[in-house]
């Protein structure tokens, strides 16, 4: 059994997605660190321009600036990050289900 909270009631209602670039041969110890930090809810390597794509959750607009400069932005490794708000949530994955059970 498992307890998903919403982010919104404890006054969780920034969320932003930031695209990562960083070192060469400093991704997995970069992302190691980034998906140590609290305020990340999700962490993917991709592959392209960005190495590293994360969701954060801030109180209001200020504290997630504050995030993305001064811990994302000082991580040793993150050359460049690209920070976009999202304002508008239609399908999270906690209302994703596999295609065989949708269907049903």
Known sequence: ICSIVNPDTLGYCVLADVFIKTQPGLLREVAKKIAELPQVSYLVCA???????????????EELSAFVTEEIGKTLGVLQTRTYLLPLVLKDNISWLPPHVAMQ
Do not use: C, F, L
């Open 47 to 61: 592959t392209g321009d960005t190495d590293i794509i994360i969701s954060v959750r801030a109180k209001n607009i």
